[in-house]
């Protein structure tokens, strides 16, 4: 299985709403990313989880809270989003995030098309 | 930080025909470099990377060299096919193990 899965595929929210976005995957990997992509943009990132622990936040206004329950599982949390937070918001995992070497193959989901009304 | 750049940012070619994408990286300690196709309401994948301890790598159809000295690096199709239309990235990893990507290029193979 070499499948990143995101839900939802599509989410609509308004400023005051609290939703999360999931992501899952069982291929053993330590490291999982939060990316943001806005349209004909390349991803951007946002954070980095390595073996269940925050190692980098770029910086993410606090809207946003990821947060990582067991290695195979990702959440990104959204409360009083802005309309220019509408974007693709992406997960993706490696076998793990350095550390003395490089990250190697990022393995995307597809991704999920966040909009804020 | 590391910048990447790259061209062009559209490229249109006949079916059959090659394509060139071309990256610079600003970061002499960058040492990775993966280059990520997105097809049209998926996530990227990756489809070849190099790293710095090498030249030139091949697969299939793809192909990447790397040019240290010059900081720069490319991506060669040969034969495109139609199914090779999709936004291409390329991008380079530092010593901080954070991928900077380029800002794509959009290719469209004409049958």
């Known amino acids: 299985d070499t499948e990143v899965t995101q839900t939802p595929k599509h989410l609509v929210m308004g400023m005051t709403n609290k939703k999360s976005l999931k992501c899952e995957q069982h291929?053993?990997?330590?490291?999982m990313y939060w990316y943001k992509q806005k349209a004909k943009k390349p991803p951007e990132l946002m954070f980095v989880?390595?073996?269940?622990?925050?190692?980098i936040n770029e910086s993410v206004p606090s809207r946003f809270s990821p947060e990582c329950p067991n290695s195979s599982l990702l959440n990104l949390h959204l409360h009083a989003l802005q309309p220019e937070d509408s974007a693709l918001y992406l997960c993706?995992?490696?076998?793990?995030?350095?550390?003395?070497?490089?990250?190697?193959?990022?393995?995307f989901g597809e991704g999920s098309r966040l909009t804020v009304l | 930080g590391e910048n990447v750049e790259q061209h062009p940012s559209t490229l249109s070619v006949q079916e059959g025909d090659s394509a060139v994408i071309k990256c610079t990286y600003s970061?002499?300690?960058?040492?990775?470099f993966p280059w990520y196709k997105q097809e049209l309401g998926k996530g990227p994948q990756l489809i070849i990377d190099?790293?710095?301890?090498?030249g030139e790598k091949k697969d299939q159809r793809i192909a990447v060299t790397l040019n240290k000295t010059a900081k720069h690096f490319s991506l060669h199709i040969t034969e495109t096919q139609p199914e090779d239309s999709a936004v291409y990235f390329c991008?380079?990893?530092?010593?901080?193990?954070?991928?900077?990507f380029g800002a794509g290029t959009t290719v469209t193979v004409r049958a």
């Open positions: 991008a380079a990893e530092s010593n901080d193990y954070k991928l900077s």
């Open positions: 970061d002499s300690a960058s040492n990775y």
């Open positions: 291929m053993g990997h330590r490291a």
């Open positions: 190099i790293r710095s301890n090498v």
């Open positions: 993706a995992s490696s076998q793990d995030s350095g550390e003395g070497m490089d990250t190697g193959e990022l393995f």
């Open positions: 989880y390595s073996y269940e622990k925050l190692s």
